[in-house]
């Protein structure tokens, strides 16, 4: 199964923050019906993406370099992949 969910919220202590699409949220939710072994997660996204995309901005508006980098901090979509 492939999945991406929105997580546009900072992500203060994530190991612990189980009630959404965090990374170890994800992780958590999906391996309760898949193989813990089979799940893998990846968040994309940034402040300043989440932040363009709020006020409307389109993605010329930014440098590939910034449209690329990854805060972990800051996910704007957690994309989850796990396989039965």
Request: charged share 20%; glycine share 6%.
């Amino acid at each position: 199964m492939l999945a991406t969910s929105s997580c546009f919220s900072p992500s203060h202590a994530p190991e612990m923050s189980h009630w959404r699409f965090t990374l170890p949220g994800a992780k958590y939710l999906f391996s309760k019906h898949f193989n813990k072994s089979s799940v893998t997660a990846k968040s994309f996204g940034n402040v300043l993406t989440g932040q363009c995309f709020w006020v409307g901005m389109s993605q010329e508006e930014l440098t590939q370099e910034e449209l690329e980098y990854n805060d972990p901090d800051y996910p704007c979509i957690v994309g989850i992949k796990a396989i039965k």
